[in-house]
């Protein structure tokens, strides 16, 4: 770990630790809207909404912390440290993460971090990325006639500090279940091969994949657990996309 500074507590008032939301800027909640027009510094990251900013005092301090074309983001440890040096000189201080910061996107950590230094956090839920896929499609994840239980997963091989963090594909069980996978597109072949390993006659399983979810360019490749990796390479799909298994895109009306 980095050493933080010291912090200057007749300063410090509040972190807010922010979910945007998937996209549309008008999904974010009110609470989010008044905590960022009280900001100091904002840190943000990729895919956070010009609209969404603006929100935010022309005097604020705006810090872009996600990840540049073909160049990494600021390694985690660094996002938090200035998180807590900004805080210790501001008073109000917004850490702004795409969806809702406590599913992926290391929010956690940073909660954490900040709280370990005895700052004041406040975590404002934003709408994540499966639920604002699912409304904009008209997609009921837990349709009565096909689900009764919704999973969230990571497609994104990363080693947690306890654990392997990489859910075992070929142990999943589809039926009944709408499973959506975040960060799963460059996968998308592995993943669908380590399911069919076990699940022999799921072939015809619907996949889908949603790009852009809620923004103006949204987009969506319909197929079956065996052709949906070829679908999305044929339509060239692009980040940020979510992969959802269910019978529940049955009832899209495309199919
Ligand atoms: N905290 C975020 C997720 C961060 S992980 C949330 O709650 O939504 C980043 C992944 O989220 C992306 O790889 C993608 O799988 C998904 N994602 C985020 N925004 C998206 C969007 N508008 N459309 C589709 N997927 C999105």
Redo the contacts with the bound molecule.
Sequence with gaps: RLKYMMINFEVHKKVYLI?A????PELLTIKAVNALKKANAVLYDR?ISKEILEYAPKNAAMIYVGKKKGNHSLPQEEICNLLIQLASKNPYVVRL?????????R?GEEYEAVTSMGLNCEVIP?????M??AASLGLSLTHRDHSSEVVLL???KQIGKNMTNYPDFSKLILKNKTHI?????SQVESIAKDILTNNSGMENFPAMI??????PN?RTIIGTISNIYNKAIEAKAV?????ILGEVIRNFPVL
């Design positions: 979910g939301g998937p996209g549309d895919l993460k795409g969806g809702d910061p406590f599913i992926f996107g929010g934003g709408i994540t990325a499966a604002g896929a990571t497609g994104h996978i975040y960060m799963g597109l949603v790009e852009n979810a809620t923004l949204q980040s940020p996309a979510l992969v």
